[in-house]
């Protein structure tokens, strides 16, 4: 008997559909039923690659082999889901299977998923027929419907070639692009990786831009005056304001800003002691709930909240999806629900407000005045496409973290919010009149809480905006107190995740051309889905830096954006290439383009991109001037694209020092200090990243310590006079201090060496602080370090440094829930470390820093410290 394969997204979704066409008996990871066998992908399982023979080595990365525009691509398995994999292909070519049903994800994503995964399954020969569902909802109905209504894969052709073109595209620009800036910027020696991409580059380009204003922006002073008057009924404050102020071309001017000292003075002198009179007007405002959370909205909150990144908050909100079931999916861009959801909905609310006594108030309120009802602010089929909103599922979790609970709280509260009535204010704006000088006072009263109950706002609490003294017809007042407030004007401020997210998703406002313009104003600079690996992938390859909640930009950034203007490559950093092509592969699923002419265009343009950056030349201009002189002649050290250079003399300084770009003020420190460190992300030759000391030597040029050179100990004594000792040595008690790239005992140096103790600042990759050395020293044990890199997997780990009897250094790891009923429990994981993993001998040779073999055998306690 002939049976269907249904292919969906991802397992919940199986499973939602195996409940609501029912029939079905599961099969480990598959379901099946008389008619149809069941499975799902786990999002993506295969990636674009360049098939073997046209492929180079990383190291090999020079304008002879670009740009690569393979005749072809292959698809290569994730390694993380390849058995999926091979469970769907086994289906695929079941001979009882002779037709496919795509049910994954209505969309440009969800069709490229099933389309590789077929690709890499079936040949030519082999095909079989292909029928597509198409949901904008999960209900049981709308599955059963859409099932009653498939689609012919003709139909669904466009949207395939749309799917294809966009990620073969974003792998030729961004592949061609990184390989041609890498080969640009290591053809005087070395390998400096420098990547760019489609969405990662615009992005880029918006906090450099960002960044460039801050440097560049020179604060001015300027004056307020602000009044206190009393009134019968008791005192209120005003802010003076310019009645006849216009807009201008200054961007700081403002009605309540004098930019004269004396003119402030003088107000506050004729005001002061007199006697004004007032007029003011009431009127009623009405504030909506925000909308269901998308993605991006959901990380924008979290991160203002509670400072979670991107990443985190993606995390934990797919946490809440799939292991306790409690939020819809995630991943989405809608901030609607489909209009056939009003069912649903009041289910939802009903389990919510049995399972959860906080809830329980909002939900019955909702329910006795009937306030689920058809409603385009919440139900809107034109707002829903690929996803609906992140909303509750009205299942109960159990044992949620406490981040989980807040992601699950911010979108139940929010969800338990828009179905609420706005709420109402009475806004009061008062003028007061002294001698002809006018101030004003804004007042803000709730009325009716409506939907800020949800959030416990009962009453008034907005500190700028007080509850204000009543007045008596015509009462006249006085001036209590006039002052003057000295201020400057600020730079913009630098970007959050939060606010660059924003930034990301309103991008196509940037762009001049119109049709450009709406093609983007649906996804902006790359998906919900997408945005929080852009900003850690930044962060990763050393654009940005992560300064508490701020993201500040490297001198890498800065060269990477300079780069590109002058050799003319300016469609990479724009939002304008997401926008052209956003509307050409609109067009595309319209059937109004062909995917031959698109990826035409594409090969041109990335041809015309590596012949720019393969035959440009990039002007020596300054950057910036150094703050600390010349160390040879005291002359001014210049900043350029490649170099710090002196203006009288022949010193030079390179900016890429083993594939690491040095920041300027690491320069001017250097310089200072005649040290700095230990600095991470140097790499070897071989690739292998370290961290050093660097210091200046005697002519004048840096130069690497690492701190541990071989006879160290038999040498000049070291004087640990002007240092505070970290603690205690565990080995002979005797005091330990820094030195070089190590925390060492006192006795463990100079030519009467008598102890062997010494522990690295840096450990697999993973900076020791002198806070966690002293917690070592002093308690045992450090804090969980969560950026060790294991030698030999690559991979990164997380663990506890530990100090033994014997004062040795080791790693204890965080205890792991037990895999059988037999395992050990309570116990931390063994600390047993392969070889590949133990941390770095001390007596590493300077020269060599990467390359010293690991030890043969590792014990228990891997050895961090002699």
Not at 356 to 379: D, Q
Not at 386 to 392: G, L, R, V
Not at 418 to 431: G, H, K, L, S, V
Not at 626 to 653: I, N, V, W
Request: aromatic letters at 8%; glycine letters at 8%.
């Amino acid at each position: 008997m002939s049976k269907q394969l249904i292919i969906a997204e991802k397992p919940s979704v199986a499973q939602d559909i195996a409940r609501a066409l029912g029939g079905f008996t599961r099969e480990g990871d598959y379901f099946e039923s008389d008619d149809y066998v069941l499975s799902s992908a786990i999002g993506h399982l295969l990636e674009l690659a360049v098939p073997e023979e046209y492929e180079v080595k990383r190291g090999k990365w020079t304008f002879t082999h670009l740009p690569v525009i393979p005749p072809r691509f292959t698809l290569n398995p994730i390694d993380k889901t390849a058995d999926r994999l091979r469970l769907l292909t086994r289906l695929i070519k079941r001979k009882d299977v002779t037709g496919l049903v795509n049910a994954c994800d209505a969309g440009r994503e969800g069709e490229l998923i099933f389309r590789y995964v077929v690709q890499h399954a079936l040949t030519e020969k082999t095909a079989k027929p292909i029928r597509r569902l198409w949901l904008q909802s999960m209900t049981a109905s709308a599955i059963r419907d859409g099932f009653a209504h498939l689609r012919t894969d003709s139909e669904m052709l466009p949207l395939a070639d749309a799917a294809r073109c966009r990620s073969e595209a974003d792998w030729l620009v961004g592949i061609n692009g990184t390989r041609a800036m890498t080969a640009f910027n290591s053809q005087e020696g070395g390998f400096y990786k420098t990547t760019v991409g489609r969405v990662q580059t615009p992005t880029l380009a918006i906090l450099v831009e960002r960044e460039s204003r801050i440097k560049a922006f020179v604060p001015r002073d300027y004056w307020e005056v602000e009044g206190e008057f009393q009134a019968v009924a008791g005192t209120y404050r005003g802010r003076w304001f310019d009645e006849k102020f216009k807009k201008s071309d200054d961007e700081h001017a403002r009605a309540e800003r004098l930019w004269e000292q004396a003119k402030a003075e003088a107000i506050r002198k004729q005001c002061l002691g007199k006697h004004g009179e007032v007029t003011e007007e009431s009127k009623p405002k009405t504030e909506l709930s925000p909308l269901l959370f998308d993605l991006t909205s959901l990380q924008r909150e979290a991160n203002g909240r509670f400072g979670f990144s991107a990443r985190n908050t993606l995390g934990l909100a797919q946490a809440l999806y799939e292991k306790h079931k409690a939020l819809t999916y995630p991943r989405t861009d809608s901030r609607h629900l489909p209009e056939d959801y009003l069912g649903t909905v009041k289910e939802t609310l009903k389990s919510l407000g049995a399972a959860y006594a906080p809830y329980a108030p909002f939900t019955a309120e909702i329910a006795k005045n009937g306030w689920v009802h058809p409603n385009k602010r919440i139900f809107n089929n034109a707002k829903v496409s690929d996803h609906f909103a992140i909303i509750p599922t009205g299942a109960a979790p159990k044992h949620l973290t406490e981040p989980e609970q807040k992601i699950y709280d911010l979108v139940t509260r929010r969800f338990l919010a828009i179905f609420y009535p706005a709420a109402e204010y009475n806004i009061t704006t008062r003028i007061t009149r002294v001698e002809k000088e006018a101030f004003k006072t804004e007042g803000k009263v709730l009325v009716t809480p409506g939907w800020l109950s949800v959030y416990g706002k009962e009453a008034q609490t907005d500190e700028e905006n007080p509850n204000l003294p009543p007045l008596e017809k015509q009462e006249r007042v006085w001036a209590k107190d006039v002052e003057v407030k000295a201020k400057q004007t600020q730079p913009p401020a630098r970007f959050t995740e939060a606010t660059l997210l924003t930034a990301m998703e309103g991008a196509g406002k940037l762009v001049d051309d119109e049709e450009l313009r709406e093609a983007m104003s649906e996804r902006g600079l790359g998906t919900p889905a997408t945005r929080a690996a852009t900003i850690e992938g930044l962060i990763a390859e050393e654009y940005l830096h992560r300064n508490g909640r701020e993201l500040q930009p490297t001198a890498k950034a800065f060269s990477l954006l300079f780069a590109l203007e002058k050799l003319g490559v300016d469609e990479i950093r724009s939002p304008e290439l997401t926008g052209l092509w956003e509307w050409k592969l609109k067009e595309m699923e319209h059937g109004r383009l062909g995917r031959d002419e698109f990826m035409k265009h594409i090969t041109e343009q990335t041809q015309v991109m590596v012949d720019r950056i393969k035959k440009g030349d990039l002007p020596e201009g300054t950057f910036g001037v150094l703050k600390t002189p010349c160390p040879r002649c005291g002359g001014e050290l210049r900043e350029t694209y490649k170099r710090f250079e002196c203006a009288k003399c022949d010193y030079k300084l390179w900016k890429v020092v083993a594939s690491r770009q040095w920041e300027p003020e690491e320069i001017e420190e250097l310089l200072q200090k005649r040290v700095i460190g230990p600095l991470q992300g140097f790499r070897s030759k071989m690739g292998r990243a370290f961290a050093a000391m660097i210091k200046l030597n005697g002519e004048q040029m840096p130069e690497f310590d690492f701190g541990n050179a071989e006879g160290e100990g038999e040498g000049e004594e070291v004087d640990f006079s002007g240092q505070e000792p970290l603690g205690p040595c565990p080995k002979c008690r005797a005091k330990v201090f820094e030195h070089g790239m190590a925390y060492v005992c006192e006795k463990a140096v100079g030519a009467a060496k008598s102890c062997d103790f010494r522990s690295g600042k840096v450990i697999l990759q993973q900076e020791v602080s002198r806070a966690e050395m002293t917690r070592l020293l002093e308690s045992g044990k450090t804090s969980l370090l969560k950026g060790f890199i294991s030698n030999r997997t690559r991979k990164k780990f997380s663990a506890y440094l530990t100090r033994g009897a014997d004062g040795k250094v080791g790693f204890e790891f965080e205890a792991r829930a037990p895999k059988t009923p037999k395992a050990a429990t309570g116990a931390p994981a063994a600390a047993k470390v392969s070889d590949g993993d133990t941390p770095p001998a001390t007596k590493t040779p300077a020269a060599k820093p990467a390359r010293k073999a690991a030890p043969k055998k590792a014990t228990k306690k891997a050895a961090a410290a002699k």
